[in-house]
C-alpha cells in the first residue's frame, strides 16, 4: 500500500529552524511531483510549496517565499522541507501529499494532489 509519512515538526521558538521529510514507502517518488500544504486551526488548507519530479521547477506560496526551501533526494525517496526564520503565523499542521499529473511542474492546489500523508505539526511560539 503506498503511503507518505511526514516527520521534523515539532515547538520552535520565533526565528527558528526546522526540516520537515516526507518518506514514501510503497511506491517510487521519481514520477510524482510532491507538494507541501498546511492548514492551521479554523484555516484552509494552504499550499507551502512543490517540486516537480524531474526537480526543474519549483513554487512557493508568498507567505514563505525566501524563508521555505524544498528539496528531494530521490535515492532516498524522499522530500524535504528547510523552513528558516519561522514565524508564529507558521504554525500549522504540515502534510505533504504527491501528484502524478506533471513531470515538469507541480501545483499549490491542494485539490490537485492524489495520495497524502498524516501530517506533521508544526508549532512557533512568540
Known amino acids: 500500500q503506498p503511503h507518505l509519512v511526514e516527520s521534523g515538526g515539532g515547538l520552535v521558538k520565533n526565528g527558528g529552524s526546522l526540516r520537515l521529510s516526507c518518506a514514501a514507502s510503497?511506491?517510487?517518488?521519481?514520477?510524482?511531483?510532491i507538494g507541501w500544504f498546511r492548514q492551521a486551526p479554523g484555516k484552509e488548507r494552504e499550499g507551502v510549496s512543490c517540486?516537480?519530479?524531474?526537480?526543474?521547477?519549483?513554487h512557493y506560496g508568498d507567505s514563505v517565499k525566501g524563508r521555505f526551501t524544498i528539496s528531494r533526494d530521490h535515492e532516498k525517496n524522499a522530500v524535504y522541507l528547510q523552513m528558516n526564520s519561522l514565524k508564529p503565523e507558521d504554525t500549522a499542521v504540515y502534510y505533504c501529499?504527491?501528484?502524478?499529473?506533471?513531470?515538469?511542474?507541480?501545483?499549490?492546489?491542494?485539490?490537485?494532489?492524489?495520495?497524502w500523508g498524516k501530517g506533521t505539526l508544526v508549532t512557533v511560539s512568540s
Open positions: 501529499a504527491a501528484s502524478g499529473d506533471s513531470f515538469v511542474d507541480c501545483t499549490l492546489d491542494y485539490q490537485d494532489m492524489e495520495l
Open positions: 510503497g511506491f517510487t517518488l521519481d514520477y510524482d511531483a
Open positions: 517540486i516537480s519530479a524531474d526537480s526543474g521547477r519549483t
